[in-house]
């Protein structure tokens, strides 16, 4: 009985730390766009504006509850539980730190990827049941966005899990006590970023969205909470994702002073480190979105099928070939058991040499098709300027 | 235990009411949503049966990819028409032939083999299907390595198959 | 107290009987397709539970199986889909009856 209430205690922490994280995020979201576009932002309610979440919390909580006429009560209710919920329950195989974690499941990595795809159909929910064909088709693209996302992102989570040896989270960050995996896969942290960018819905992908053209897309007939809580998940998202990169490529709740084993100051500097690796990788997301202009339904397609899908297989191929080649010649290290930095080094340079060889082969590749495309468009205008005219 | 004993109760009525409402229902879209619950439950009852990367699987590809691949077809072939009868005239029998096919099973080869039959009826031993233990599998030459790439090749076959097939022209 | 095996092929089992009367009594193409999903799923379900129950050792035929029947369900769903939509886009139709000639 009292493990049961003890495993009752740490679900409720769990489920409630990303929607309590949601508040000052909001804050961030604000002041920080503000001030890339040289504005203040808010201000006013409290110093620097921190009460400002509060009082957009309380503003949605007030609004009346709309539901438009024809629409599907059960599905339009559900389908923002359900994009929260599927963001939420991300966090159960998120390690905080060496002893915090809800539940070390083995195959950690794969059930985070399986969770995240069911934000795809809490949108799809939310885009049919609106009866709105413009919620509809805001809906259909972005399910079609989301889903040829999910590629790259898996792929290229591919390759820590394949130097880490296992799926599970606790051992990928432990896998790196000796080198982060960004300098030995620089090519799959920036797939990811960029395509847990694109699941998110952030700019420049973020037709979700898209406030100036569809009108906000599947989300035209929410109003109130239930926006809200899209809003919210999708904030905490983007915050999970940012988790996800700091566990992944840079080492998680690795740093000065923290040891696998555990202990309150391991636990302490661990949960500290990881704060500060993951507000890195969320401003940086945050100051993409301030800046980039949106990329088109097409061009975000062309994107990624014949640019990220064919570079996230290459690099899967050519990273297991180099680690074969690694073992095969001796100086492959086992990175689950004691790595340090300098029996890691070997391997690590020869996977950079890899994945910056595939960067110049990819550079190569794209420089030659654009000559050639320049090449006949120059043909073309010269075919079209020498024409003999009548 | 008792918890895993209420653990497939309610992962095993997931997926029976979920199948149910998924014909039973008349809004289509409502049955492809019937649909995830059934697929939910499964994945439950695949968590019960230690393998847990099937169950992850099954989320992932079922629920993330092949039942919002049938709610774009529902959405996308909605008749303009006022909904119609969902069960054709021939639904008695395909009832009777359920139930027949049913009754069949459980009373003709399930409870007289596996339930009070000869044949062991408990686990038997504490296996775990781990993930490694299923790479191995798959890609090991006295494994299923040559199912494997027939696989692929079919799951090629059928991406092309579809492309063409669903295209404007 | 440990689930015996029966329990879960009469699971599999009713799943598998509500999905032959959705393809025998349903007249949208749809819906057949989704009785198609609920019959391979009834039998993934089997495969585990006998590979769970059976095994004494750590031979994974049983998961493998069905493995490959996730593969064969997407390339069916898939390519079912697609026809759906090609006929509707002809027929503007989805019901199974109407389509009954091969050519007008």
Same mark, same amino acid.
């Given at each position: 009985?009292?493990?049961?209430?003890?495993?009752?205690?740490?679900?409720? *922490?769990?489920?409630?730390?990303?929607?309590?994280?949601?508040?000052?995020? *909001?804050?961030?979201?604000?002041?920080?766009?503000?001030?890339?576009?040289?504005?203040?932002?808010?201000?006013?309610?409290?110093?620097?504006?921190?009460?400002?979440?509060?009082?957009?919390?309380?503003?949605?909580?007030? @609004?009346?509850?709309?539901?438009?006429?024809?629409?599907? @009560?059960?599905?339009?209710?559900?389908?923002?539980?359900?994009?929260?919920?599927?963001?939420?329950?991300?966090?159960?195989?998120?390690?905080?730190?060496?002893?915090?974690?809800?539940?070390?499941?083995? *195959?950690?990595?794969?059930?985070?990827?399986?969770?995240?795809?069911?934000?795809?159909?809490? *949108?799809?929910?939310?885009?049919?049941?609106?009866?709105?064909?413009?919620?509809?088709?805001?809906?259909?693209?972005?399910?079609?966005?989301?889903?040829?996302?999910?590629?790259?992102?898996?792929?290229?989570?591919?390759?820590?899990?394949?130097?880490?040896?296992?799926?599970?989270?606790?051992?990928?960050?432990?896998?790196?006590?000796?080198?982060?995996?960004?300098?030995?896969a620089p090519v799959a942290a920036l797939i990811f970023f960029i395509s847990a960018q694109a699941e998110t819905g952030r700019a420049p992908f973020d037709l979700l969205e898209a406030e100036s053209e569809l009108v906000a897309g599947f989300n035209i007939e929410y109003s109130g909470m239930k926006f809200g809580l899209f809003f919210a998940g999708e904030?905490?998202?983007?915050?999970?994702?940012?988790?996800?990169?700091?566990?992944?490529?840079?080492?998680?709740?690795?740093?000065?002073?923290?040891?696998?084993?555990?202990?309150?100051?391991?636990?302490?500097?661990?949960?500290?480190?990881?704060?500060? @690796?993951?507000?890195?990788?969320?401003?940086?997301?945050?100051?993409?979105?301030?800046?980039?202009?949106?990329?088109?339904?097409?061009?975000?397609?062309?994107?990624?099928?014949?640019?990220?899908?064919?570079?996230?297989?290459?690099?899967?191929?050519?990273?297991?070939?180099?680690? @074969?080649?690694?073992?095969?010649?001796?100086?492959?290290?086992?990175?689950?058991?004691?790595?340090?930095?300098?029996?890691?080094?070997?391997?690590?340079?020869?996977?950079?040499?890899?994945?910056?060889?595939?960067?110049?082969?990819?550079?190569?590749?794209?420089?030659?098709?654009?000559?050639?495309?320049?090449?006949?468009?120059?043909?073309?205008?010269?075919?079209?300027?020498?024409?003999?005219?009548? | 235990?008792?918890?895993?004993?209420?653990?497939?109760?309610?992962?095993?009525?997931?997926?029976?009411?979920?199948?149910?409402? +998924? +014909?039973?229902?008349?809004?289509?879209?409502?049955?492809?949503?019937?649909?995830?619950?059934?697929?939910?439950?499964?994945?439950?009852?695949?968590?019960?049966?230690?393998?847990?990367?099937?169950?992850?699987?099954?989320?992932?590809?079922?629920?993330?990819?092949?039942?919002?691949?049938?709610?774009?077809?529902?959405?996308?072939?909605?008749?303009?028409?006022?909904?119609?009868?969902?069960?054709?005239?021939?639904?008695?029998?395909?009832?009777?032939?359920?139930?027949?096919?049913?009754?069949?099973? +459980?009373?003709?080869?399930?409870?007289?083999?596996?339930?009070?039959?000869?044949?062991?009826?408990?686990?038997?031993?504490?296996?775990?299907?781990?993930?490694?233990?299923?790479?191995?599998?798959? +890609?090991?030459?006295?494994?299923?390595?040559?199912?494997?790439?027939?696989?692929?090749?079919?799951?090629?076959?059928?991406?092309?198959?579809?492309?063409?097939?669903?295209?404007?022209? | &107290?440990?689930?015996?095996?029966?329990?879960?092929?009469?699971?599999?089992?009713?799943?598998?009987?509500? !999905?032959?009367? /959705?393809?025998?009594?349903?007249?949208?193409?749809?819906?057949?397709? &989704?009785?198609?999903?609920? &019959?391979?799923? /009834?039998?993934?379900?089997?495969?585990?539970?006998?590979?769970?129950?059976?095994?004494?050792?750590?031979?994974?035929? !049983?998961?493998?199986?069905?493995?490959?029947?996730?593969?064969?369900?997407?390339?069916?769903?898939?390519? !079912?889909?697609?026809?759906?939509?090609?006929?509707?886009?002809?027929?503007?139709?989805?019901?199974?009856?109407?389509?009954?000639?091969?050519?007008?």
């Open positions: 009985m009292a493990s049961f209430l003890t495993t009752l205690l740490v679900v409720a *922490i769990v489920a409630t730390t990303p929607l309590v994280l949601a508040i000052p995020l *909001i804050w961030i979201e604000r002041k920080v766009a503000a001030r890339i576009q040289d504005r203040l932002g808010p201000n006013r309610v409290g110093p620097w504006g921190i009460i400002q979440p509060i009082a957009d919390a309380i503003k949605l909580i007030g @609004k009346e509850d709309i539901t438009p006429a024809g629409t599907d @009560k059960v599905v339009y209710n559900l389908a923002p539980i359900v994009a929260v919920a599927s963001v939420v329950l991300m966090w159960a195989c998120i390690p905080f730190a060496p002893n915090l974690i809800g539940v070390d499941l083995e *195959i950690g990595v794969l059930y985070i990827v399986s969770v995240a795809s069911l934000g795809t159909m809490a *949108i799809m929910m939310a885009g049919w049941s609106g009866n709105n064909k413009y919620a509809l088709l805001g809906a259909f693209r972005v399910v079609a966005q989301l889903v040829s996302y999910e590629v790259p992102l898996v792929l290229s989570l591919l390759i820590p899990v394949l130097l880490a040896g296992s799926m599970g989270m606790q051992d990928i960050v432990t896998a790196q006590q000796g080198m982060w995996f960004i300098f030995m904030f905490v998202h983007v915050l999970t994702n940012g988790v996800l990169i700091a566990h992944l490529f840079v080492g998680g709740w690795w740093g000065l002073g923290v040891s696998a084993e555990g202990g309150i100051l391991s636990n302490v500097l661990g949960l500290i480190y990881l704060v500060i @690796k993951t507000t890195i990788f969320y401003f940086i997301s945050l100051w993409l979105r301030n800046t980039l202009p949106r990329v088109r339904i097409d061009q975000l397609m062309n994107f990624n099928w014949k640019f990220l899908v064919p570079i996230s297989v290459a690099n899967l191929v050519i990273t297991s070939l180099l680690l @074969k080649i690694s073992q095969v010649a001796g100086f492959a290290v086992d990175l689950t058991t004691n790595a340090s930095f300098t029996a890691a080094l070997p391997m690590t340079l020869l996977l950079l040499g890899g994945n910056i060889a595939l960067i110049l082969g990819v550079i190569a590749i794209y420089g030659f098709n654009i000559r050639r495309d320049r090449v006949q468009e120059e043909a073309q205008a010269e075919a079209i300027a020498h024409a003999p005219s009548h | 235990m008792v918890v895993q004993y209420l653990a497939f109760v309610i992962f095993s009525a997931f997926a029976i009411i979920g199948a149910a409402m +998924v +014909v039973w229902s008349r809004n289509l879209v409502h049955s492809a949503l019937f649909l995830v619950m059934s697929l939910f439950g499964v994945a439950g009852l695949f968590i019960l049966l230690s393998a847990p990367f099937l169950a992850a699987i099954q989320v992932l590809v079922y629920i993330g990819a092949i039942a919002i691949l049938i709610i774009f077809a529902v959405m996308l072939t909605r008749s303009m028409t006022a909904i119609r009868e969902p069960f054709n005239a021939q639904s008695w029998l395909g009832a009777v032939i359920g139930a027949v096919l049913f009754v069949a099973l +459980v009373a003709g080869m399930i409870l007289p083999v596996w339930g009070w039959g000869s044949l062991p009826t408990l686990p038997q031993s504490d296996v775990v299907g781990t993930t490694r233990d299923i790479g191995i599998a798959l +890609v090991s030459a006295d494994g299923y390595v040559l199912p494997f790439e027939v696989a692929s090749l079919l799951l090629t076959a059928a991406m092309v198959g579809a492309i063409v097939i669903a295209r404007e022209d | &107290m440990v689930i015996p095996l029966w329990m879960y092929l009469i699971v599999a089992a009713s799943i598998f009987s509500i !999905g032959v009367f /959705a393809v025998l009594a349903r007249r949208n193409a749809v819906a057949v397709l &989704m009785g198609i999903e609920l &019959m391979l799923n /009834a039998v993934n379900v089997n495969l585990v539970a006998f590979w769970r129950y059976s095994t004494t050792d750590s031979s994974m035929g !049983g998961q493998v199986f069905a493995a490959f029947l996730f593969v064969v369900a997407a390339a069916e769903a898939a390519v !079912g889909l697609a026809i759906v939509i090609a006929v509707y886009r002809n027929r503007r139709s989805v019901i199974v009856e109407d389509v009954d000639m091969l050519r007008w």
